[in-house]
């Protein structure tokens, strides 16, 4: 359908729209025509996606000198998803005729678009990267010219032959799209993809790609300020921010670089005999400055380098790491030191400014060529034409390690850990970051519109906090259903009326599991197809599923629906998701154990028969032991006046959220939301939950025992399986609806308008 907002012209692929999406729209608008960032949270299940998309395009396309969207979101899944709908949308705007030149692509890592036929069959990430620059890399690439033995990529080099503008057509191109139109073509999707990034009208790729300042150097430095960024499934984003700051080092990192360092002053011996011209040339482009070395340097090296303030980008490199040997004993000086910090008894926290002066006493290691080292290592492997990159991935960490701590002195601390558990040594170093907003700044700086959305951002006002942003629009939408399509249920105690909760005191108590094991096996009896249960954490599953096994529950449950389990491994999971599925598609029904936080909270769907029923069972409340947690909690309080306990049920509540979100993926889908735990009943836990789902919770649903949650939930099954009037006019509107609403509010607003003279008069 097509229909008017203000004025813009928006294409919309479908035939109806939900209410909740032309809000949305209206909402997107405001924000982008004042120029600001805003905080959207949508109901799961509404179309979200393709009503940002739709309003998006339009807004380009009316309004030109808005040039590119940049779409982030979290997932590979979720990446296709969003792709797909943006081709779905552009399809539609040319069967109405509409003529444009449109480009949307997307961009993954290399491991899921490699087409070379040995490095995409590696199993790791960093092993198909290093691989691949192996192939790719200009120093490899110009020996060949002189050894025929040399091997290269033929993808990247048949792509080397072309401009890219001349290969890949007009068109939105899904990652399987452009893996399948590579194959044709026989050149590399992934540095096809990489290239075509400015010349794209949408460009859809993950959250690291922009806040991590490893990655974004590399690929989104160009962008313009004119383009709007759209961080999607974004309740978890300043956890996102923290961790593309952090860094974990531990003893077999240092003793991986001391190895890399002894290779480096070999290799350096060798050139200086053989060609010592290389290093004089490294040298004399180091001391025009880090902009000239900067612009030599190979394109895409090994791993980019954290972004540093701007006021440094225009210094030289300091002289005492200049020599490539200088700068191969000042790392061996720095990595001995932190081998000597390693051989601790006790814990250690401090601050990044305590931890260089304690450097500098002991080493006379200064803080400005710390700052430079993640620099000087990429141009130094770059000048060497070292192969193998992989093995110097510890060394290009203790890099990373050495530029952050001497670049950032608030919102940081360094903890030294000496043991993994109580008895076993194992030590290890954490730079953590505390402050979200490090990451994010840069963004709201660089780009007038800043979409913050998700199905599960309540309560709103956080964010800005931890993110340190003005957002000119914040909204949370309700949810307008014909019929009342899910069903969320407290339950605070068991049959036996002993309160249940995941509470650290009594989680372990034989009547609470027992209970937890009660509500399990009783919903399986009475819930169609497929069930989703969520836990706290992996530690207490695992504690739970034993005890629930030692007293026969698993077995009473295994009468009604097979069991799966949720575990660290990723290929385990995707193995149990793929079982559950079909023992639901097949009628037998199943029951999945996963864990809040973990894959199958995040972005994985339960729809229709998949989840008719999502059970959290306790509050998903994180560690307050961590101590990497506990700063963190230290910082917010000191900076932001966020107190801890605001901040922990806050993380708890939107994480018990989107738990119970897999459930419903659409209006047409049903299905049970329940709370196990006493603490839900409670108001302040409660008013923490989305608007969406907070609607939908009755006074007589909060205070349930097993019992009285069955005869409720029988009876909601029961409705469901009805036949339900029509949506239209009310959870679903046509265009006749959209032209009558915005019709009325005319009038309301002339009324409004009229009312205000004449009180003026």
């Known amino acids: 359908m097509r229909f008017t907002i203000d004025d813009l012209p928006v294409y919309f692929p479908y035939d109806k729209i939900y209410p909740e999406q032309y809000a949305y729209m209206s909402d997107l608008k405001k924000a982008l025509d004042a120029e600001g960032h805003c905080l959207l949270e949508m109901p799961s299940g509404t179309g979200k996606t393709v009503s940002l998309l739709s309003l998006i395009v339009s807004y380009q396309m009316h309004y030109p000198e808005k040039r590119k969207l940049i779409y982030c979101s979290r997932t590979v899944p979720e990446i296709e998803k969003a792709l797909a709908e943006l081709q779905i949308l552009i399809e539609y705007r040319k069967s109405q005729?509409?003529?444009?030149?449109?480009?949307?692509?997307?961009?993954?890592?290399?491991?899921?678009?490699?087409?070379?036929?040995?490095?995409?069959?590696?199993?790791?990430?960093?092993?198909?990267?290093?691989?691949?620059?192996?192939?790719?890399?200009?120093?490899?690439?110009?020996?060949?010219?002189?050894?025929?033995?040399?091997?290269?990529?033929?993808?990247?080099e048949a792509l080397e032959q072309h401009d890219p503008n001349e290969l890949l057509m007009d068109g939105v191109y899904t990652l399987e799209d452009l893996r399948v139109f590579c194959k044709e073509k026989v050149i590399c999707p992934?540095?096809?993809?990489?290239?075509?990034?400015?010349?794209?009208?949408?460009?859809?790729?993950?959250?690291?790609?922009?806040?991590?300042p490893k990655v974004a150097e590399l690929v989104s430095k160009e962008m313009s300020r004119d383009c709007i960024v759209v961080f999607?499934?974004?309740?978890?984003?300043?956890?996102?921010?923290?961790?593309?700051?952090?860094?974990?080092?531990?003893?077999p990192n240092l003793d991986a670089s001391a190895r890399s360092i002894t290779k480096l002053s070999e290799k350096i011996e060798e050139v200086k005999t053989k060609d010592s011209e290389r290093l004089k040339d490294?040298?004399?482009?180091?001391?025009?400055?880090?902009?000239?070395?900067k612009e030599a340097r190979d394109e895409d090296t090994f791993m980019a380098n954290p972004v540093l303030p701007d006021d440094l980008l225009t210094e030289a490199i300091p002289g005492n790491i200049r020599k490539a040997e200088h700068f191969v004993a000042f790392l061996r000086r720095f990595i001995e030191y932190l081998k000597t910090r390693m051989r601790i008894q006790h814990v250690v926290a401090e601050t990044p400014s305590s931890f260089l002066q304690h450097l500098r006493e002991l080493t006379f290691i200064e803080g400005k060529p710390l700052r430079f080292c993640s620099q000087r290592l990429t141009s130094l492997i770059h000048t060497l034409e070292l192969s193998d990159l992989d093995e110097y991935y510890a060394l290009h960490k203790v890099a990373a390690f050495a530029t952050l701590v001497a670049t950032y002195t608030t919102g940081f601390l360094l903890i030294l850990e000496p043991f993994e558990n109580e008895t076993v040594p194992n030590p290890i170093l954490h730079y953590a970051c505390l402050d979200a907003s490090i990451a994010i700044r840069p963004v709201f700086e660089r780009f007038k519109t800043v979409v913050i959305t998700s199905g599960t951002l309540s309560p709103l006002d956080m964010y800005p906090k931890i993110l340190s942003f003005q957002a000119v629009v914040q909204e949370s939408y309700s949810m307008t259903l014909t019929r009342n399509c899910f069903l969320p249920l407290v339950i605070?105690?068991?049959?036996?009326?002993?309160?249940?909760?995941?509470?650290?005191?009594?989680?372990?108590?034989?009547?609470?599991?027992?209970?937890?094991g009660q509500i399990l096996v009783e919903f399986s009896k009475i819930v169609p197809d497929g069930i989703v249960a969520f836990f706290p954490s992996y530690l207490y599953m695992e504690s739970i599923v034993s005890m629930w096994n030692d007293m026969g529950i698993l077995n009473e449950a295994w009468k009604h629906k097979l069991i799966f389990v949720e575990t660290p491994d990723a290929a385990e999971t995707s193995l149990a998701l793929e079982n559950y599925r079909t023992a639901c598609d097949n009628g037998r029904g199943a029951i999945l154990l996963s864990v809040a936080r973990g894959k199958v909270s995040e972005g994985i769907d339960f729809d229709h028969n998949y989840g008719r029923a999502v059970i959290m069972f306790g509050v998903p409340y994180q560690y307050t032991e961590n101590r990497i947690l506990k700063a963190r909690l230290e910082f917010l309080r000191e900076n932001y006046r966020i107190r801890e306990n605001d901040?922990?049920?806050?993380?708890?509540?939107?994480?018990?959220?989107?738990?119970?979100?897999?459930?419903?993926?659409?209006?047409?889908?049903?299905?049970?939301?329940?709370?196990?735990?006493?603490?839900?009943?409670?108001t302040d836990k409660r008013n923490k939950l989305p608007k969406w789902i907070n609607q939908y919770i009755t006074e007589t649903a909060t205070n349930l025992s097993t019992d009285m949650s069955l005869v409720i939930a029988k009876k909601f099954l029961r409705s469901m399986a009805q036949p339900f009037d029509d949506q239209r006019g009310v959870s679903l509107w046509t265009l006749e609806d959209i032209i009558a609403k915005q019709q009325q509010r005319n009038v309301s607003h002339l009324n409004s308008?009229?009312?205000g003279r004449i009180i003026q008069g």
């Open 97 to 156: 005729g509409v003529e444009e030149s449109f480009l949307g692509i997307g961009l993954t890592s290399r491991k899921n678009l490699c087409l070379h036929p040995t490095v995409s069959q590696q199993k790791w990430g960093k092993v198909v990267d290093a691989k691949c620059r192996n192939l790719t890399a200009s120093w490899v690439r110009d020996k060949s010219k002189i050894d025929s033995n040399v091997e290269l990529c033929d993808f990247y």
């Open 190 to 212: 992934y540095y096809l993809a990489r290239r075509m990034i400015p010349f794209a009208n949408v460009v859809i790729y993950s959250y690291h790609y922009l806040l991590d």
């Open 232 to 251: 999607d499934e974004a309740h978890n984003i300043d956890n996102v921010c923290i961790e593309s700051l952090s860094i974990d080092l531990t003893k």
């Open 282 to 293: 490294e040298y004399t482009k180091l001391v025009e400055g880090l902009k000239a070395a």
């Open 492 to 516: 605070t105690r068991g049959s036996d009326q002993v309160a249940i909760s995941s509470k650290f005191e009594v989680r372990n108590d034989p009547a609470v599991v027992r209970n937890f």
């Open 647 to 682: 901040f922990l049920t806050f993380d708890a509540m939107r994480h018990a959220a989107q738990c119970v979100g897999r459930v419903l993926r659409g209006k047409t889908d049903y299905g049970l939301m329940i709370f196990a735990d006493k603490r839900f009943g409670r």
């Open 753 to 755: 308008n009229f009312g």
